[in-house]
């Protein structure tokens, strides 16, 4: 079985430029949360979504960030302009909506901004 | 608000002896969901175990066990005979009641595990 699958595995861009991170969960999940891991603030929650609709979005550090879930195979998340300081890397997780099944994570995308 | 603390930054062994990861964890549901992960230097983050706050049976796992103890809200992960393989850093991570509509994990902050051999 595919599991979540998160493009690109590496982006190197320089500040000031949008970028798109995506994420494929795993067919017949429907929760999909992204998070973020930096050394100073380890893996914390952006935004998680429950069937497509976005559910808790307080971890989005500010208007820079989005993320959308057009439909339930996909999902972005956007950060326009990029900062060095959003240099991290990101993971996209889903499990099913059944009480607390394990989140499955993607391998991530590690983000540097210049 | 919910808190997982892993207060053992790095610890490092010698292949073959035994390791506890200790993780103390914070909420005011009662019930809640406990897991740890593994993110091995590849980077993924690999699912171990999950338990829920009704059930604090241990478990083993081949080498690897876990200890839940309400009383002191600890969640602790042993692995017996260590070996090189399992130099990792391992994280606890706490999820709240579905009640609550918020299933998003809360994360320790890791604990690396050097196993020399």
Not at chain 1, 67 to 91: G, H, W
Not at chain 2, 4 to 14: D, G, M, N, P, R
Not at chain 2, 55 to 60: F, P, S, T, V
Request: glycine share 6%.
């Amino acid at each position: 079985d595919a599991g979540v699958i998160q493009s690109p595995r590496h982006e190197v861009t320089e500040m000031g430029q949008e970028v798109t991170l995506r994420c494929k969960p795993i067919s017949g999940h429907n929760s999909l949360f992204w998070y973020r891991q930096t050394m100073m603030r380890g893996l914390e929650l952006l935004i998680y979504f429950n069937n497509n609709v976005p559910i808790d979005d307080s971890g989005m550090p500010e208007d820079r960030f989005s993320a959308k879930m057009p439909n339930a195979s996909f999902s972005t998340l956007k950060i326009q302009p990029s900062e060095p300081r959003d240099s991290a890397v990101y993971f996209c997780a889903s499990t099913q909506t059944v009480t607390n099944q394990p989140q499955h994570f993607g391998d991530g995308t590690r983000l540097s901004i210049l | 608000a919910q808190k997982v603390t892993q207060a053992q930054t790095e610890i490092s062994v010698v292949e073959k002896e035994d390791v506890t990861l200790d993780c103390v964890y914070e909420t005011r549901d009662t019930t809640y969901y406990l897991f740890w992960y593994k993110q091995p230097p590849s980077g993924e983050l690999v699912f171990l175990i999950r338990r829920n706050s009704f059930d604090e049976q241990n478990e083993i796992s081949g080498r690897y066990s876990w200890n839940f103890q309400k009383s002191t809200s600890s969640f602790n992960f042993t692995i017996t005979a260590s070996q090189v393989v399992d130099s990792a850093v391992y994280f606890c991570a706490l999820s709240e009641s579905a009640d609550t509509g918020r299933r998003a994990l809360t994360f320790g902050s890791g604990t690396r595990l050097q196993v020399q051999p």
